[in-house]
């Protein structure tokens, strides 16, 4: 039997990974995935580890009012409100969509300044300022928060095990950052799936997942592989002429709520 095996969640864009029990879904996610971000204070850029690999080891935990509190080693914790109806509007590229969302202020800013160290702004995403997803998958009106593409991704354990057994050691699953993790298939079965159930909330699975340098960092640590594992193994047998394909992307239809345990439907 399918089934959902771990949940994970991360309120800030490239920070460290929420493990959850259970968790809710809005048009968007998971309730308050990668609804903020850290963005270059004068271009309006947005970072990631793959050029901050420090942000590895930033932990943003989200509260229920939507706020965040940041912490970090040798770092004191800062709790961040969710920016009100007044909040200054900032300018912000991610990727190729611009737009202007709620800046979290300048007490904020110092702080993420500091760790990052240069000049960095700490921005928020409210639903009626999302993106759409990429355009050619899936539907006009589905939206995404600050995700690279889609609301969420979908690993196979069993797509995992292969590659760590290929390299020879275990490989951590937060390596590549997914949402869900599904027991119970064949490696690489997702790769098949367009539709499927989990609970209550159906979701479509629409596009795989090119998987990038953000791969080759160690979770616990912010160090990169020096081999180049996992990605220099993916390139092997998971390359494909959009990239190198790890994982599936997802946007659900509807809200709901996800558990650890709850069985998987293949619908399609």
Not at 17 to 44: P, Y
Request: aromatic share 6%; glycine share 10%.
């Amino acid at each position: 039997m399918l089934r959902l095996s771990a949940l994970y969640r991360y309120p800030l864009k490239s920070g460290k990974a929420e493990t959850l029990a259970h968790i809710g879904l809005d048009k968007l996610g998971l309730d308050g995935d990668r609804r903020w971000m850290l963005v270059d204070e004068a271009s309006g850029r947005f970072l990631t580890q793959r050029a901050v690999a420090q942000m590895s080891q930033l932990s943003a935990l989200w509260s229920a009012s939507g706020g965040l509190t940041l912490s970090g080693t040798g770092r004191p914790t800062l709790e961040v409100a969710l920016p009100g109806a007044d909040a200054e509007l900032r300018g912000v590229t991610i990727w190729r969509d611009t737009l202007r969302v709620p800046d979290a202020g300048d007490e904020a800013a110092r702080w993420v300044s500091d760790f990052i160290g240069k000049p960095t702004r700490l921005v928020q995403v409210p639903l009626e300022r999302a993106r759409t997803t990429a355009a050619g998958y899936g539907k006009d009106d589905d939206q995404v928060a600050f995700a690279d593409g889609f609301p969420l991704l979908l690993i196979g354990q069993a797509s995992l095990d292969d590659l760590s057994q290929r390299i020879g050691r275990p490989m951590e699953m937060l390596r590549f950052r997914p949402n869900l993790v599904i027991e119970g298939s064949e490696a690489f079965a997702e790769d098949g799936w367009k539709r499927i159930r989990i609970g209550d909330v159906e979701l479509r699975v629409v596009k795989s997942c090119s998987r990038c340098i953000l791969t080759t960092i160690d979770p616990a640590t912010g160090e990169r592989s020096a081999d180049r594992q996992p990605l220099a193994t993916l390139e092997t047998y998971r390359k494909e002429p959009d990239g190198v394909m790890f994982g599936q992307n997802l946007v659900n239809d509807g809200v709901g709520r996800l558990e650890i345990g709850m069985p998987v439907t293949i619908l399609e």
